[in-house]
């Protein structure tokens, strides 16, 4: 596996307890979000390092996270129908900064949006969709810290699964590997991925989005 791990009581020691935050696997130039699907479509985009197939659709919203243990909260470990194969995506950190400058938040707050009907004009019109929820931790307990995930649409989807990514990586096997740690109460034996806070080098833009800072 090209991702480097740590044990999660070391992780955890290290990382912010609250705020809003963009933690996730990083080298230099590159980062990781992570997706999960049904064994087809995860099969197809491993082989061909890009997202499509028959059963594929880029006509809907797709949804991408940097955050291990939120994926993991959100495909129940690999668990959930049709999200059995957790797949990691290397993406340059700039495409990330990119897409974080098309996006709007997904519910309306005064502190970014003017009133109502500005933040309504962008969610019509923008392709990708921010929301900050709950982070988890092992076990699918929210914490205090709020993690991001971003929707994708349109020809910002288009770009992203076919044109952008770096790497696809099946991390499925190592999912579940680390799963029987968690079933069998073992934090001191969990490890998880290398996890750090990013920023975007452009510092408003973290502003814009809701980013602690």
Same mark, same amino acid.
């Given at each position: 596996?090209?991702?480097?791990?740590?044990?999660?009581? =070391?992780?955890?020691?290290?990382? /912010? +307890?609250?705020?809003?935050?963009?933690?996730?696997? =990083?080298? *230099?130039?590159?980062?990781? !979000? @992570?997706?999960?699907?049904? /064994?087809?479509?995860?099969?197809?985009?491993?082989?061909?390092?890009?997202?499509?197939?028959?059963?594929?659709?880029?006509?809907? $919203?797709?949804?991408? +996270?940097?955050?291990?243990?939120? $994926?993991?909260?959100?495909?129940?470990?690999? *668990?959930?129908?049709?999200? *059995?194969?957790?797949? #990691?995506?290397?993406?340059?950190?700039?495409?990330?900064?990119?897409?974080?400058?098309? #996006? &709007?938040?997904?519910?309306?707050? /005064?502190? @970014? @949006?003017?009133?109502?009907?500005?933040?309504?004009?962008?969610?019509?019109?923008?392709? &990708?969709?921010?929301?900050?929820?709950?982070?988890?931790?092992? @076990?699918?307990?929210?914490?205090?810290?709020?993690?991001?995930?971003?929707?994708? +649409?349109?020809? !910002?989807?288009?770009?992203?699964?076919?044109?952008?990514?770096?790497?696809?990586?099946? &991390?499925?096997?190592?999912?579940?590997?680390?799963?029987?740690? &968690?079933?069998?109460?073992?934090?001191?034996?969990? *490890?998880?991925?290398?996890?750090?806070?990013?920023? /975007? =080098?452009?510092?408003?833009?973290?502003?814009?989005?809701? $980013?602690?800072?």
């Amino acid at each position: 596996m090209k991702i480097k791990t740590e044990k999660y009581l =070391q992780a955890n020691e290290i990382m /912010p +307890k609250e705020g809003q935050y963009i933690i996730g696997h =990083q080298s *230099e130039d590159e980062i990781v !979000v @992570y997706q999960a699907y049904k /064994p087809s479509i995860a099969d197809y985009a491993v082989k061909h390092q890009i997202f499509g197939g028959s059963e594929y659709g880029y006509g809907r $919203m797709s949804w991408i +996270k940097p955050n291990f243990l939120w $994926m993991m909260y959100r495909c129940g470990w690999a *668990e959930k129908e049709n999200q *059995e194969r957790v797949l #990691a995506i290397w993406i340059k950190k700039k495409t990330l900064e990119d897409i974080l400058s098309q #996006a &709007v938040l997904s519910s309306f707050n /005064p502190r @970014y @949006y003017k009133d109502r009907d500005v933040w309504k004009e962008e969610l019509d019109n923008k392709e &990708v969709r921010l929301q900050w929820d709950p982070d988890h931790d092992p @076990y699918g307990e929210k914490i205090s810290r709020r993690a991001i995930q971003l929707g994708l +649409k349109g020809t !910002v989807l288009q770009n992203f699964g076919k044109g952008q990514i770096s790497a696809i990586e099946d &991390v499925t096997d190592y999912v579940r590997q680390q799963k029987k740690h &968690v079933d069998s109460h073992r934090l001191d034996l969990l *490890e998880v991925p290398v996890e750090r806070v990013w920023y /975007p =080098q452009d510092k408003t833009l973290g502003v814009k989005i809701g $980013m602690t800072l």
